[in-house]
């Protein structure tokens, strides 16, 4: 993860290989930047597609934490924004929650030099977290609420059409396991979705990115990243433990990964067990129905 907060103004699209020292090498690495950049832009296009995330006339909400997958989720979605067929604006949003140290002039400058619209939203959410956390406990709970209540007035606010957030796959994956191991529940983050109050609909243009190739990316792009850990709180250790669960498996097993996030798009409700997803106590009427289609083939 890259550290620096200062504004490199290398231009967004093209990042600079001179500094490669073989010519060779660096066409190599012109290469595998490309290749990269393909693969990211055509998992996004894919995304979008499947999920139906973007019309024609929405106005796309891109919220910028100025971390390495909001970053990447901007950049993707200006190109395809140049591509695609469907016409969309997108305006970037930094929820500023005064956290001693914010770096204040990082996201300006980065959004005015590559000319993208944006509002910085100042809430001082940071202070509240504070006065309202037990010594001791996780601050991060909170914080979230608040951050996301925020951000979605805000998209009313400015007449938003869709909420766009920069989780990737395995965000989506340690999420499924959190869920699990601590809740109870088969659940995740999904690709698209709609607030509880109806008001907002928030897409994941980024859930078939892999974090690997995001950090790659944002790497070679030289992104101005803001450190994450301004507001003093402890990572989340939970979601660090099953992160690294996850690693551990994808590295002794490669694809495994891949598979898992396959099954969360191919659910078999009669293979589970939630009654409210399948009715298992009608299957003994569905049997008899089954057999009266059959012995009425059978007659005709
Ligand atoms: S790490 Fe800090 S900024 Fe991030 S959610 Fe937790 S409390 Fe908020």
Redesign the pocket.
């Known amino acids: 993860m890259q550290d620096a907060v200062t504004f490199d103004p290398r231009p967004a699209e093209a990042p600079s290989f001179a500094d490669t020292p073989e010519p060779a090498a660096a066409a190599k690495a012109k290469r595998e930047f490309n290749k990269l950049q393909k693969r990211l832009r055509r998992q996004v296009g894919n995304a979008i597609i499947d999920f139906g995330m973007i019309r024609e006339g929405d106005k796309v909400m891109v919220c910028l934490s100025g971390g390495k997958d909001s970053y990447t989720m901007l950049e993707i979605l200006r190109n395809l924004q140049r591509n695609a067929p469907v016409d969309f604006s997108l305006v970037a949003v930094n929820l500023d929650?005064k956290?001693p140290g914010f770096p204040e002039h990082v996201l300006p400058e980065y959004l005015d030099g590559i000319g993208v619209d944006y509002h910085i939203l100042e809430r001082d959410?940071?202070s509240v977290?504070k006065e309202k956390t037990p010594e001791g406990k996780?601050?991060?709970?909170?914080?979230?609420r608040l951050?996301r209540g925020s951000l979605y007035g805000f998209a009313e606010q400015i007449g938003a059409t869709k909420i766009a957030l920069g989780h990737h796959r395995e965000d989506i994956l340690e999420t499924l396991f959190l869920n699990m191991f601590f809740g109870g529940s088969l659940k995740s983050m999904p690709p698209k979705l709609l607030s509880d109050d109806g008001r907002n609909i928030v897409i994941r243009p980024l859930a078939y990115c892999r974090e690997a190739d995001i950090a790659e990316f944002s790497r070679q792009m030289a992104f101005p990243i803001i450190p994450?850990?301004?507001?003093?709180?402890?990572?989340?250790l939970q979601r660090q433990v099953v992160k690294e669960m996850l690693a551990e498996w994808e590295a002794k097993h490669p694809g495994r990964l891949e598979s898992m996030f396959k099954a969360v798009t191919n659910v078999a409700p009669s293979q589970l067990a939630d009654r409210e997803l399948f009715d298992f106590a009608g299957l003994e009427e569905k049997q008899a129905k089954m057999q009266a289609d059959r012995i009425d083939l059978h007659n005709e």
């Open positions: 929650q956290q959410t940071y977290v996780t601050t991060c709970a909170l914080c979230s951050r994450c850990n301004l507001c003093g709180s402890q990572p989340n």
